[in-house]
């Protein structure tokens, strides 16, 4: 690996979507949009916003960034890029960690301000500290970004890529103890909830939401999507082919 | 640097002997059930321009992605400068430009060969070198989706320059460019191949065939004539190359 070179595909994507003002837009709005709409859907029940904010800020931003980083790094195989990418002395942990980085940044945006509006404009109220649910929104993003750049692999048009959220997140979102608690579940489904990391965001968002401590659960939650995170990119490394048929 | 095998092969008129850049022996390609490649033995000399032709689907491109090392071989065995093709020393040594430019169209022109010249390790003055090689200079700060389909290849043929690398591997350079545009191209992989280069440019424009120093004729996946150009049409006592080709193909067929 070389930071040179890891730097480099950083930059590069950024000034991609820097470019690219619509996407950049739809990015940092929709997360804002979506929570917005919520809190005036219970105008008149700010317990019934205070206690689903929590989990929709850890959701928000990482349904969107699996959407745009899967389909992205689609587009660069699809181009001829990769492949021109994997016949230079770049190595495929070089690209994926340079992505990782890019959308990584974008995903910090992305969470500061939708958690800046929920707590600041939209008087969303949480036992825990409010920097601990901006971290963990960050990694909830950052791992939307990395199992996009992963999944990207399996698809090989931007028809799948997009099929792929339905495929890979909706399942995530129905088993994550949003609608049902996980240990309410049939054992099955609760084992199944166990083994998905967004389980694990939106606990680490429900525990800051009740208790105004940092918790070794919260930490070990916390440490669980660092996991995954560093999982998805070594996977999403692992998948690229410098020879193909 | 590993020890270069000391073959050498013949030049037209015999005037030089020439450095064997890349050896192919035996290679077997097979895509989705078919043998592309049957099995395929040929010499490419550095510091020449060897013309790849064919027509289409002849398996033109899949001998140059097996050279460049991004293609998935069955059998055989390739080595470029003295290494296996596709290893890691060779990343920096094989520059490769693909039919479809395989540049980031949402990009200037000198964002992208800062890009790669930063993956490649070249410096700043290999882009501005690079853009003047392909005569951009004029288009360097316009987005590549901005360019017409000629500059498009052009960008991408830049890219592979960056790194001045010691085998250039051209996919059709030259389809929809202008004919001065052609013509100031092929004098550019003349200079290269001056420089001891070894240039591969395939076409399926037979007419391209007189500005190449040597040439290799594909059929179905096979080689079926090595030599210059004159040679070529001394031997089949054809006018041009085009009539050269179909007596070589007539008369493999009637063996």
Known sequence: MSAVITLAVTRRVLTQLLR??????????????????????????????????????????????????????????????????????????????????????????????????????????????????????????????????????????????????????????????LFVPREAMPDALEALSNLLPLSYAVDAMQRLQQSSDLSSALWGDVAVICCFIAAAVVLGAATLRRRTS | MPAEPPSRVATRAGRRSQQVAISIEGLRVVRSGRPVIPGLTARIAAGRVTGLLGPSGCGKTTLMRSIVGVQKIAAGSLTVLGEAAGSPPLRRRVGYVTQSPSVYSDLTVRENLRFFAAVLGADVAAVDDAVHTVDLADFADQRVDKLSGGQRSRVSLAVALLGDPAVLVLDEPTVGLDPVLRRQLWGTFAELAANGKAIVVSSHVMDEASRCDWLLLMRNGEIIADGSPEDLLTSTGAADIESAFLALVESTDAA
């Open chain 1, 20 to 177: 690219d003002h619509r996407t950049l837009a739809l990015m940092l709005v929709v997360p804002c949009v979506l929570l917005t709409l919520l809190w005036w859907m219970f105008d008149r029940n700010s317990a019934t916003f205070d206690s689903l904010g929590p989990p929709l800020l850890a959701m928000f931003p990482f349904i969107v960034m699996f959407l745009v980083t899967s389909v992205t790094t689609l587009r660069e195989r699809s181009s001829g890029t990769l492949e021109r990418l994997l016949s230079m002395p770049m190595a495929k942990l070089d690209l994926v960690a340079g992505y990782a980085i890019a959308f990584a940044a974008v995903a910090l945006a992305q969470a500061l301000l939708a958690v800046g509006l929920a707590v600041g404009l939209l008087g969303l109220e949480v036992a825990g500290p409010v920097e601990m649910l901006a971290v963990v929104a960050v990694l909830d993003a950052v791992l939307g970004t990395t199992l996009g750049l992963f999944v990207s692999a399996f698809a090989q048009t931007e028809f799948q890529a997009v099929q792929f959220m339905p495929a890979f997140v909706i399942p995530q979102i129905l088993l994550c103890g």
